[in-house]
């Protein structure tokens, strides 16, 4: 029984062993969760307010889920003075709800339409311990950990909160410790067609370069 209770002994000292050297490099379960910060990726939506002389729209270009492209015109509309008004699209992107129909007066100050931008971003909250890492206008790598097909596209430090928006509290204050502060971080992510809003977006701190 004795060589039983050598080879457990000898186990359990590599485990410890193998666990403090992971903890030391900071390569444990915890440390790598700490190091993937994930947000939601989304896309800015522009609403299309009518601004010119009241009138009796007569024409629509545009159906929900077209891609327009800025300057592209969405309605045409005959003025009450008799002139021709158009509406145009204020930038690249999917129409994604339409409020007016033809036939409708228009008056300004009304809104006609949302376009959905092409571009995507996505907020992270990232610790002050990290926050140093990041510069705006970086580079880094964007992961997409839940698709049947990981995907990883190149994404832009668009914005780093000058602040902290919160406190992350301890779950203890042993020894002195304080609560950690997030600051808010807003990565621009390019338009892929395998990307939606919604997705979990994911970044590795353990590949940025200090």
């Not at 929900?64 to 492209?69: A, E, H, P």
């Amino acid at each position: 029984m004795k060589p039983k209770w050598i080879l457990y002994v000898v186990i359990a000292l590599v485990l410890i062993a193998g666990g403090s050297l992971l903890v030391a490099k900071g390569k444990d379960a915890v440390s790598q969760a700490e190091n993937r910060k994930q947000g939601v990726l989304d896309a800015e939506s522009k609403t299309i307010v009518y601004d010119k002389k009241p009138g009796t729209l007569e024409q629509v270009h545009a159906g929900i889920g077209d891609f327009v492209k800025k300057g592209d015109i969405l309605f045409k509309l005959k003025s009450a003075e008799g002139s021709e008004e158009k509406v145009l699209s204020p930038d690249d992107g999917l129409v994604n709800r339409i409020a007016v129909k033809s036939g409708e007066q228009l008056m300004p100050g009304m809104p006609v339409a949302v376009v959905q931008k092409t571009e995507y971003y996505t907020d992270l909250f990232v610790q002050e311990g990290q926050i140093e890492k990041l510069k705006l206008n970086q580079t880094v790598k964007i992961h997409f950990p839940y698709l049947n097909r990981p995907i990883e596209v190149e994404g832009t430090v668009a914005s780093i909160a000058a602040a902290p928006q919160f406190a992350s509290l301890r779950m203890t204050r042993e020894k002195g410790q304080a609560d950690v502060s997030m600051f808010v971080v807003r990565i621009s992510v390019p338009s892929n067609a395998d990307l939606l809003p919604g997705m979990t977006a994911e970044v590795d701190f353990d590949e940025i370069a200090d």
